[in-house]
Structures are given as structure tokens and as C-alpha cells.
């Protein structure tokens, strides 16, 4: 199977839409676990006069994680699927949110400016063609020092991990959305994720694009050696 990129994922998403909270609530402990890495941005108190940035936020739940742990933040969240982002928008939220269609290569032409705090991306960079230049794009809208937060399946390069990921996705997951229509999406998930950057190695990238402090941190449950929290700041510009 060919990976799904650029507008023929937005369709499949944007299809995927209606159905996609309910599938979500059925992977334990997935609010959690987003709840979980934006906590490790390690950003101060109530989040108090910062602005984050959600790129990728497809229905919210990575916006709402953001709202939950840094409840007085300015948030902007963003995606490239209209059908995801309308579910999210149309969604109950205090003060302080906004959404805006557009994809991540693309930011600027959609009037999303920095500089921000702190970028989330949560199930992102995996599905993108070029992470390198959504990471330059990132370092750009990030002040100084600002956090970067990467939550996304990224394999530990075990086995058992990559069998245990194989085991959920065609025995569970893919067998439910074929049944809502929508079995394209979710094949290109296993081999998304197959085919993405070992944890080891997305930390290697995220450095050689102008970040340091990167840490790849594991996420708890059946997903640890599956999905990581990746963490690093922006640095400094070379005098």
C-alpha cells in the first residue's frame, strides 16, 4: 500500500471525521497519555499569558489536553482536514481558542504567526511528507528557548513492539473502520507508523533541525515502545 500524503489524507480524514472520537475512546488511556506529554513541556503553573500552538489537532483531543493542564493559555490550533477541524470547532470551548484550516507547511499564508511558547503536535509528524521542513517551519514560530512537545507512535525498534503494534491495528483497529468505511485510513496507519523514524532516530532529526534538549520519553501501558513524548527547546540562534 502507498502511504496517504498531502490532500488525499485530508479526504480520507476529513471522511473519517464523524467517526473518529469514537474510535479514539476506545484506546485506553489515549486522553491520558496526551494529557501526560503535555505536562512534560514542563510549561509554568496555569500557562498564564503563553501561547501554544496545536498543530495537527485534528477533533480537539489534543486541544482539549492542552486546556486542561494549561487552562489560561492562548491556544491556536490547526489542521489540513476541514471535516477534523470543523468537529473540533464545534466542540464547547472557553476564551482563549481558536481554529484554523490550513496545513502545517503552510502557516504563514494562513496568518498563524509567532512567536509561540510552545508547539504540541500529537500524531503528526508521521503523516507528513517533508518532517524536516515542518520542523524548520516549527523552529520559526517558536521564540527563543520555546518547548517543542511531539507526541506520536514512534517504535523503540523492538520486535515486540512493532508485533505488538501489528497485533492491535489488524486484529482491532482496522477491522472496526473497515466496518465504518474507512479502512484506507487506518491501513495507512500501520504502515505509517512501520515505515516512520525509530524513536532514537526522530530525536536525531528533531536535533539536526535547530533544537536541543531533546529527550524521547516513554508513554505508559500497552503503547510504551510504541508512542513517545518527545520534548526539546528551540536553540539559540549562532551569533
Known sequence: MTLLRDEDLAAAFDHASRSYDALVAANPGYHAHLRRSVRRLGLPGRGDGLRVLDLGCGTGASTAAIRTVLPAAGITAVDASAGMLARAADKPWADGVRFVHT??????????????????????????SDPDAVLRTVRTVLRPRGRLGVHEYSLSGRRA????????????VQPAATLLGDGPLYRHLWHSVVHFDRADRFADRIGRAGFDRVRALPLPGWQTG?????VASRAQDPR
Open 103 to 128: 496545513p502545517a507547511e503552510q502557516l504563514a499564508d494562513a496568518g498563524v504567526d509567532g512567536p509561540f511558547d510552545a508547539v504540541f503536535a500529537a500524531y503528526l509528524f508521521r503523516n507528513v
Open 161 to 172: 513492539d512493532r508485533a505488538v503494534w501489528t497485533l492491535v491495528c489488524r486484529g482491532i
Open 226 to 230: 510504541i508512542t513517545h513524548t518527545f
